[in-house]
Protein backbone atom coordinates (compact mmCIF):
# COMPACT_ATOMS: atom_id res chain seq x y z
CA UNK A 1 0.00 0.00 0.00
CA UNK A 2 1.17 3.31 -1.12
CA UNK A 3 0.04 6.70 1.14
CA UNK A 4 1.08 9.87 2.23
CA UNK A 5 3.86 10.21 4.84
CA UNK A 6 2.62 11.96 8.27
CA UNK A 7 4.94 13.09 10.90
CA UNK A 8 4.53 10.23 12.96
CA UNK A 9 6.22 8.08 10.02
CA UNK A 10 9.25 10.20 10.10
CA UNK A 11 11.78 8.03 12.58
CA UNK A 12 10.67 5.09 10.36
CA UNK A 13 11.63 7.13 7.63
CA UNK A 14 15.45 8.10 8.79
CA UNK A 15 15.53 4.66 10.06
CA UNK A 16 15.00 3.31 6.25
CA UNK A 17 17.07 6.20 4.97
CA UNK A 18 20.10 5.49 7.18
CA UNK A 19 19.94 1.90 5.56
CA UNK A 20 20.15 2.83 2.15
CA UNK A 21 21.86 6.22 1.79
CA UNK A 22 25.18 7.57 2.34
CA UNK A 23 24.01 10.66 2.71
CA UNK A 24 20.98 10.45 4.93
CA UNK A 25 18.30 13.02 5.70
CA UNK A 26 17.89 13.73 9.33
CA UNK A 27 14.71 13.94 11.33
CA UNK A 28 14.05 17.49 11.05
CA UNK A 29 14.41 17.08 7.21
CA UNK A 30 11.68 14.55 6.51
CA UNK A 31 9.35 16.50 9.38
CA UNK A 32 9.94 19.81 6.88
CA UNK A 33 9.13 17.90 4.14
CA UNK A 34 6.57 16.08 5.09
CA UNK A 35 4.72 19.75 6.29
CA UNK A 36 5.96 21.38 2.82
CA UNK A 37 3.05 22.19 0.47
CA UNK A 38 5.89 22.05 -2.20
CA UNK A 39 6.98 18.23 -1.04
CA UNK A 40 5.62 15.15 -1.24
CA UNK A 41 6.62 12.24 0.87
CA UNK A 42 4.82 8.87 0.08
CA UNK A 43 5.79 5.49 2.05
CA UNK A 44 5.13 2.05 0.71
CA UNK A 45 4.51 -0.50 3.46
CA UNK A 46 3.02 -3.74 3.78
CA UNK A 47 0.07 -5.53 5.23
CA UNK A 48 1.99 -5.30 8.54
CA UNK A 49 2.16 -2.06 8.60
CA UNK A 50 6.51 -2.50 7.99
CA UNK A 51 7.73 0.94 5.82
CA UNK A 52 9.33 -1.11 2.82
CA UNK A 53 10.09 1.87 0.67
CA UNK A 54 9.71 6.09 0.18
CA UNK A 55 9.73 8.60 -1.95
CA UNK A 56 10.18 12.46 -1.64
CA UNK A 57 9.89 14.69 -4.22
CA UNK A 58 9.16 18.66 -4.78
CA UNK A 59 7.35 20.83 -7.22
CA UNK A 60 8.11 24.24 -8.27
CA UNK A 61 6.16 25.98 -11.22
CA UNK A 62 5.90 23.47 -13.69
CA UNK A 63 8.78 21.11 -12.62
CA UNK A 64 9.21 17.91 -10.14
CA UNK A 65 12.74 17.27 -8.96
CA UNK A 66 13.12 13.99 -6.84
CA UNK A 67 14.75 14.14 -3.82
CA UNK A 68 14.76 10.62 -2.29
CA UNK A 69 13.79 7.02 -2.95
CA UNK A 70 14.53 4.01 -1.14
CA UNK A 71 13.31 0.41 -1.06
CA UNK A 72 14.31 -1.57 2.08
CA UNK A 73 17.68 -4.21 1.10
CA UNK A 74 15.16 -7.32 2.16
CA UNK A 75 12.49 -5.65 -0.50
CA UNK A 76 14.44 -4.64 -3.39
CA UNK A 77 13.36 -5.83 -6.95
CA UNK A 78 10.14 -6.46 -6.46
CA UNK A 79 8.93 -3.49 -8.25
CA UNK A 80 8.54 -1.16 -4.73
CA UNK A 81 10.54 1.86 -6.35
CA UNK A 82 9.07 1.40 -10.13
CA UNK A 83 5.47 1.63 -7.89
CA UNK A 84 6.40 4.31 -6.32
CA UNK A 85 8.22 6.26 -9.44
CA UNK A 86 4.35 5.91 -11.25
CA UNK A 87 2.89 8.14 -8.35
CA UNK A 88 5.48 10.82 -9.30
CA UNK A 89 4.41 10.43 -12.99
CA UNK A 90 0.58 10.18 -12.43
CA UNK A 91 1.25 13.94 -10.15
CA UNK A 92 3.15 15.20 -12.75
CA UNK A 93 0.82 14.44 -15.31
CA UNK A 94 -2.55 15.96 -12.66
CA UNK A 95 -0.28 19.49 -12.24
CA UNK A 96 1.00 19.68 -16.00
CA UNK A 97 4.71 19.46 -14.83
CA UNK A 98 6.86 19.58 -18.01
CA UNK A 99 10.10 17.54 -16.74
CA UNK A 100 11.25 16.07 -13.89
CA UNK A 101 15.23 16.42 -12.51
CA UNK A 102 16.71 14.38 -10.48
CA UNK A 103 20.79 13.58 -9.00
CA UNK A 104 21.83 10.03 -8.72
CA UNK A 105 25.65 9.07 -7.50
CA UNK A 106 27.66 8.45 -10.59
CA UNK A 107 28.50 5.14 -8.85
CA UNK A 108 25.01 3.63 -8.11
CA UNK A 109 24.37 2.35 -11.47
CA UNK A 110 21.13 0.08 -10.01
CA UNK A 111 19.47 3.58 -9.70
CA UNK A 112 20.39 4.61 -12.90
CA UNK A 113 19.44 1.72 -14.67
CA UNK A 114 15.96 2.27 -12.77
CA UNK A 115 15.58 5.73 -13.96
CA UNK A 116 16.46 4.91 -17.49
CA UNK A 117 13.62 1.82 -17.76
CA UNK A 118 11.40 4.89 -16.63
CA UNK A 119 12.20 6.95 -19.53
CA UNK A 120 15.31 8.85 -17.47
CA UNK A 121 18.36 10.13 -19.36
CA UNK A 122 21.32 11.88 -18.19
CA UNK A 123 21.59 15.42 -19.10
CA UNK A 124 24.68 16.11 -17.30
CA UNK A 125 27.34 15.74 -14.69
CA UNK A 126 28.32 17.76 -11.39
CA UNK A 127 32.07 16.69 -10.67
CA UNK A 128 32.77 15.78 -6.89
CA UNK A 129 29.25 16.75 -5.77
CA UNK A 130 29.00 14.09 -2.77
CA UNK A 131 31.69 14.02 -0.47
CA UNK A 132 34.24 16.17 -2.65
CA UNK A 133 34.84 12.57 -4.06
CA UNK A 134 31.96 11.60 -6.26
CA UNK A 135 30.14 12.68 -9.44
CA UNK A 136 26.45 13.38 -9.48
CA UNK A 137 24.55 11.86 -12.54
CA UNK A 138 22.15 14.70 -13.53
CA UNK A 139 18.94 13.14 -15.24
CA UNK A 140 16.13 14.16 -17.10
CA UNK A 141 12.32 13.41 -17.65
CA UNK A 142 10.79 15.44 -20.24
CA UNK A 143 6.85 14.50 -19.37
Known amino acids: MIRRATAADCA ?31 IEQNEMGDVRGFIVWQTVLDE ?15 GIASALLVQLFQAACEQAIYRILLEVRASNLAAQQLYAQHGFAEIARRKNYYGGTEDAVIMEKIC
Open 64 to 78: MELHLIATAPEYRRQ
Open 12 to 42: ALVALDLRCNPSAWTLAQFQAACKSSHDVVL
